[in-house]
């Protein structure tokens, strides 16, 4: 595709309509590689030519130098050595992809742009556990109309990787009872680790999924499951936790599906997401979840739950 800025903003409403549709739009780019890789389009902000980096002394692995934009400084990632690439070391890549999310805003280093696609997540696959170590970062894997494959990447694993894993401050513990628990359901390692260290504070046992097709089997396992002394799923179920993207079923199918079920009528749905546009919590109103908190903002995740787990 041409160098041209793509925004969020337009078709916002076209976007939306995706909301339960289990369709994600996804933008396809090269390293210079035979590979092509992919990233959520609610992630891009814009794709344009790569301006002159500065180079600043004492930067994490993967960070080349940091950009002015629009009168910000945002660091420049090279992608390509996060997926071993064997000349990212002395490849000049002349595009780059900018992304904005957690409120944060980075710019990735990329050979070329090529267009964007719609693909079904229940086509999307976790990535083989054999891949090879450079693939590390890959979060999902789908097989295009051509025959070829596109590797999502785990920009939240990358991420990770530079800024370091966000510490968890000092947080209240929720004085649920012994049976109360809630579940969530991330793909993300990293995601996983952050919401599990913030639940053992807050002292609440949970159960949890790693994709959305996989988190529905086990509600509706909890759900039909033979309750004692009149107690129901409601009584125990206190809020479920669900992640925006992932492999094999989305987590607004995934929330349509739950506000479905009268099982699991007045359980809480709460979004957990990176993507901090405006069209993705757009989506997640248009399928009723109950609430929405960005990712990797471990106070924040907790004063949301806590209301649900204390009703």
Do not use: C
Request: aromatic share 6%; glycine share 6%; hydrophobic share 40%.
């Amino acid at each position: 595709m041409a160098m041209q800025d793509i925004s969020l903003i337009d078709n916002i409403d076209a976007r939306t309509k995706l909301a339960g549709s289990n369709k994600m739009e996804v933008l396809l780019f090269s390293l210079g590689t035979r590979e092509t890789f992919g990233i959520n389009v609610f992630k891009v902000r814009e794709v344009s030519q790569t301006p002159e980096i500065t180079k600043s002394p004492n930067m994490p692995f993967g960070v080349e130098g940091v950009i002015s934009l629009r009168g910000n400084i945002i660091p420049v990632i090279s992608l390509a050595r996060f997926t071993g690439a064997q000349d990212a070391d002395t490849h000049k890549y002349e595009s780059m992809i900018v992304t904005e999310f957690n409120k944060s805003t980075q710019a990735f280093l990329v050979e070329s742009v090529d267009r964007i696609i719609r693909i079904d997540w229940d086509r999307m696959k976790a990535p083989d556990n054999m891949m090879p170590q450079g693939q590390a970062m890959i979060t999902a894997v789908s097989e295009l109309d051509d025959g070829k494959l596109v590797s999502i990447l785990d920009v939240e694993q990358i991420l990770a990787s530079v800024v370091g894993e966000t510490r968890i401050p000092d947080i209240p513990k929720a004085g649920t009872g012994s049976d109360e628990f809630i579940f969530f359901v991330d793909d993300s390692v990293v995601a996983r680790k952050e919401i599990t260290q913030v639940l053992d504070k807050m002292e609440v046992k949970y159960h949890q999924a790693t994709n959305g097709r996989e988190a529905w089997e086990r509600l509706q396992a909890f759900a039909n499951r033979p309750w004692m002394d009149g107690a129901t799923l409601h009584d125990t179920l206190k809020l479920i936790l669900v992640d925006a993207e992932m492999p094999e079923m989305d987590g607004y199918v995934l929330t349509r599906h739950i506000k479905g079920d009268k099982r699991f009528a007045n359980i809480p749905v709460v979004i957990h997401s990176s993507l901090s546009s405006n069209a993705n919590r757009a989506m997640g109103s248009s399928v009723g979840v109950d609430n929405y908190v960005a990712k990797f903002e471990p106070a924040l995740l907790a004063e949301t739950m806590l209301p649900y787990l204390q009703r």
